[in-house]
């Protein structure tokens, strides 16, 4: 079984930042990448920013500049640095890890967190 614990939601005013945590746990092969998605109220999820195991990393365009995603490849973690928030950044954020649970599992799978709220006051 495989658990992804977040960290480090709260309320802050815009231009202030937080730091999100993500830390994979359980059975757990491989992970071939690992990010944070989020949806705010009325809308579908979006993706934030992922990363693979290599260190390559994806942003969405109104998250470029602002947002900054790392990865502690031996601790399972990614860490999401939030600077310069806006209030259409408030959401509920969701940790997504794409992995291989087993040595003979036969393909990866996607599991998710339970989600952390971040909520970003004008």
């Known amino acids: 079984q495989v658990q992804l614990v977040e960290s480090g939601g709260g309320r802050v005013q815009a231009g202030g930042s937080l730091r999100l945590s993500c830390a994979a746990s359980?059975?757990?092969?491989?992970?071939?990448?690992m990010g944070w998605y989020r949806q705010a109220p009325g809308k579908q999820r979006e993706l934030v920013a992922v990363?693979?195991?290599?260190?390559?990393?994806k942003y969405a365009d109104s998250m470029k500049g602002r947002f900054t995603l790392s990865r502690d490849n031996a601790k399972n973690t990614v860490y999401l640095q939030m600077d310069s928030l806006k209030p259409e950044d408030t959401a509920v954020y969701y940790c997504?890890?794409?992995?291989?649970?087993?040595?003979?599992?036969?393909?990866?799978?996607?599991?998710w967190g339970q989600g952390t709220q971040v909520t970003v006051s004008s």
């Open positions: 997504n890890a794409v992995l291989k649970p087993g040595p003979y599992s036969l393909g990866e799978y996607n599991y």
């Open positions: 990363i693979t195991s290599g260190g390559d990393t």
């Open positions: 359980g059975s757990i092969f491989s992970i071939n990448a």
